[in-house]
């Protein structure tokens, strides 16, 4: 697998490809498929300060090409996080992991950061800013290139492992937000997460979800993600990792021709639970047959 490291901030990845936050849980349940150990490394489900229960069901839909989602990062908060997952973690995954950092306040993302730092096998953080900031009335983080900053910023400070922010597609100008985190101290940036969206069921006459609003992903939207991981690579210097609708190897090299140093793999697994084994094993002959020795030589080469 040599041919297919990719170096990110912090951490050296045997291949680049990652389950995506939320789609995987810390891994456990994959176990049973596969050796996951294999994996370029785990993106882990959200952690929040305090344990979340999620939104009320239904909080699952199926679209064309995709699904919505509402989960609303159900977890069992940080505490639980450091004292009971991520000391079982070893057992079944032995490289670094990516830890998934939400929160609804500043203050929030501060604690979580503070009180995994001690976790030796988190190699990095993805802040996920898509979540709604209740001290400003709701709004995300990810859409105001202020508050996305500012929540970078505090980030940084306490950190004691490279940051990755995480954007959120619901924006009108992906590239000002990705500029604004980059100036605020982020390592890398890690985009696409789900667009918003919604369902009607005709005979209810009502919207499908409980919360009315879901995040659409899936095949769906890899045309927007890699549009968007294309824009950011024309703008910013910080690597990034691309996620959107990726369900085979030559999706992984789109993303990477288009810009990203990894890639990540979301509602794939829950179509097809074998689905990174399966790429992973496709991979190095494939980019082989396109010409290509390693897998870092694909980094951009759409921008000519
Ligand atoms: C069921 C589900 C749960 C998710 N939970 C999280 C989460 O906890 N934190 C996060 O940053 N993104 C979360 N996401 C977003 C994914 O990590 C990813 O950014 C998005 O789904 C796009 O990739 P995909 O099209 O391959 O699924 C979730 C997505 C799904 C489908």
Do not use: K
């Given at each position: 697998m040599e041919n297919l490291k990719v170096t990110l901030p912090g951490m050296v990845l045997q291949n680049p490809i990652m389950p995506a936050s939320g789609t995987f849980g810390f891994g456990f349940d994959f176990v049973d498929y596969y050796d996951i150990n294999i994996l370029g490394s785990i993106m882990t489900k959200a952690i929040t300060q305090h344990p979340r229960y999620g939104n009320a069901v239904p909080r699952i839909a199926e679209v064309t090409s995709g699904m919505l989602n509402a989960i609303g990062l159900q977890n069992l908060g940080v505490e639980e996080a450091v004292n009971a997952i991520f000391p079982r973690l070893p057992s079944i995954y032995r490289h670094k992991v990516i830890a998934n950092v939400s929160g609804s306040t500043v203050e929030e993302y501060v604690a979580v950061i503070k009180a995994l730092n001690k976790v030796d096998q988190i190699g990095a953080y993805e802040i996920?800013?898509?979540?709604?900031n209740i001290k400003e009335g709701g709004m995300a983080f990810s859409v105001d290139e202020t508050m996305a900053s500012y929540v970078t910023k505090a980030c940084k400070a306490v950190s004691e492992k490279p940051i990755y922010v995480k954007l959120s597609p619901n924006v009108t100008d992906i590239v000002k937000i990705a500029k604004a985190v980059e100036a605020a101290g982020a390592d890398a940036i890690t985009l696409i997460n789900t667009l918003l969206g919604m369902r009607i069921d005709v005979k209810t006459r009502k919207p499908v979800l409980n919360n009315i609003y879901g995040g659409l992903s899936g095949p769906a939207i890899k045309p927007v993600a890699l549009k968007m991981v294309y824009q950011v690579y024309r703008n910013v210097s910080i690597p990034i990792i691309g996620m959107g609708g990726i369900m085979t190897k030559e999706d992984v090299v789109e993303f990477m021709m288009a810009g990203a140093s990894a890639v990540a793999i979301g509602t794939g697994n829950l179509v097809d639970p074998m689905i990174c084994h399966t790429i992973v094993h496709e991979l190095e002959s494939y980019i082989s047959s396109l010409g290509f020795e390693k897998i870092e030589a694909l980094v951009g080469v759409a921008h000519g």
């Open positions: 996920n800013i898509s979540c709604p």
